[in-house]
């Protein structure tokens, strides 16, 4: 099938990617010139593990190009993915302006022949029928003529894993009042429904949810939201474990043998971030208070998440007592392992909340070390390696949990700390293995 893929960031670049590699031919579509230069070089403009190779392979294949130009873009597409950033707002609501840009510019490139309009992008409950009220003005102004409709495919994916997650997805969810372009977004998925590009290729058929469009853009909130809110429970429940002596990690052991609970996202930490839980939630909550309905629990969802990143300052308050003139290494920046992604990030409010109370902080991140994302980081001293890292440090502290960081040497990095302390913030490292090679080990609700 012809596909259009507007936007390359997480979202829109693993979706024109994938869908090349199962046979479809893609056109992906950026305004930034600089950016689809770097992609028609075969350069990948973000980490994501196994995409650099999909990408070079589609592109060798035919099946995959790249544009500046939006108009070859629509022209090619029969299915045309709005896939750009719906970034937060300081009030909470979504910033939709790149998704009306979109719609609009699509609006002003239709030109004949049956078209079928994704909204890919996380955006507000109604925008469906928003999106194709702006594609009939753009229309309109150019007194042009079309077919087409809107289809809401929310996006699943979990950065680290976002080329797995899409050919081993949980459902796929479609929303539309129209059977025609229901059953072309059908066609479009078949060879991943019928898990031909599976990790396991004998699974039963991912299941397709179809739906209406405001019920489809809800899945994608309410999923969010839950998820969250079950981050937050367990952090709550930490908080208390640290005041009556239980251990968090065999209480969520307990717990997540539940059927009804499950054992995933009830690892204990220093909260969620990155580009979807806390924008999501926002959005929500925005979306109820403007339907006059106080979405309580996920307000608390999100000020329990506040607190708890200030969690890992105030541990090192009760074991360092005053800060002020400590040294404080933290292992690991992105807000998870296996992406550069530092939108939201805990260790932003940890770096910044250091630096008010007078200590000095250098951090280690295997991959903003490495790629100079750290040029945009602000007081605090991004060094090489561990090693480096642990060189006169008071304490450190286990911000993300790579896995690399499981086989680090402790026992030499206690050896260069001024204090060999380290507070693990994602209940990720061995207890045992730390105090061997000489650490105070401090966990969260442990």
């Known amino acids: 099938m012809r596909v259009c893929v507007i936007g390359t960031g997480y979202v829109g670049l693993v979706t024109g990617v994938c869908l090349s590699h199962i046979g479809h031919h893609v056109i992906c579509v950026d305004n930034n010139e600089e950016k689809v230069q770097l992609m028609k070089s075969g350069q990948s403009p973000i980490y994501e593990p196994g995409l650099s190779d999909l990408m070079k392979s589609s592109m060798a294949s035919g099946n995959l190009e790249f544009t500046a130009d939006i108009g070859a873009g629509v022209a090619h597409g029969d299915i045309l993915f709005i896939a750009v950033g719906t970034p937060a707002l300081p009030t909470g609501e979504s910033d939709t302006r790149y998704v009306e840009a979109v719609a609009r510019g699509i609006g002003e490139n239709l030109n004949g022949g049956y078209k079928v309009i994704v909204n890919k992008s996380t955006v507000p409950i109604g925008s469906g029928d928003w999106v194709r009220m702006i594609v009939l003005d753009g229309l309109a102004e150019r007194k042009g003529d079309a077919s087409f409709d809107v289809v809401s495919n929310p996006e699943f994916l979990r950065e680290g894993s976002a080329v797995f997650d899409t050919f ?35 699974a039963a058929p991912v299941p397709v949810v179809t739906t209406d469009l405001s019920s489809a853009e809800m899945v994608k909130y309410a999923s969010n939201a839950f998820l969250a809110t079950k981050i937050s429970f367990i952090n709550e429940v930490a908080n208390i474990c640290d005041r009556v ?42 979306t109820a208070d403007d339907y006059g309905y106080e979405a309580e629990l996920l307000k608390a969802t999100i000020n329990v998440n506040t607190r708890q990143r200030l969690l890992t300052v105030e541990k090192l308050q009760q074991v360092l007592k005053i800060l002020k003139g400590k040294t404080v290494g933290l292992l690991g920046l992105t807000f998870k392992p296996d992406t550069d992604d530092m939108r939201d990030a805990p260790s932003l409010i940890m770096i910044e909340n250091l630096n008010r109370l007078g200590a000095k902080v250098k951090a280690y991140d295997p991959i903003v070390s ?29 911000v993300t949990d790579w896995t690399q960081f499981k086989n680090l040497d402790f026992a030499k990095m206690a050896g260069l700390m001024n204090a060999p ?18 650490f105070k080990y401090i966990g969260v609700g442990r």
């Open 245 to 286: 002596g239980a251990d968090v990690t065999q209480v969520a052991s307990g717990i997540g043998l539940d059927s009804r609970i499950g054992s995933k996202f009830l690892q204990a930490g220093i909260g969620w971030g990155g580009s979807c839980f806390p924008k999501d939630v926002s959005a929500l909550v925005h």
């Open 421 to 438: 302390v380290m507070i693990d913030g994602r209940n990720f490292l061995d207890q045992k293995a730390l105090e061997s090679a000489g």
């Open 168 to 202: 081993n997805p949980d459902r796929i969810v479609l929303g539309s009042n129209s059977e025609k372009a229901l059953g072309m977004m059908k066609d479009l998925y078949t060879p991943i429904v019928e898990r031909k590009f599976a990790e396991d290729q004998n």
């Open 370 to 398: 490495q790629s100079g994302v750290s040029q945009g980081l602000s007081g605090v001293i991004v060094e090489t390696d561990p090693e480096r890292l642990a060189d006169g440090c008071d304490a450190m502290v286990l």
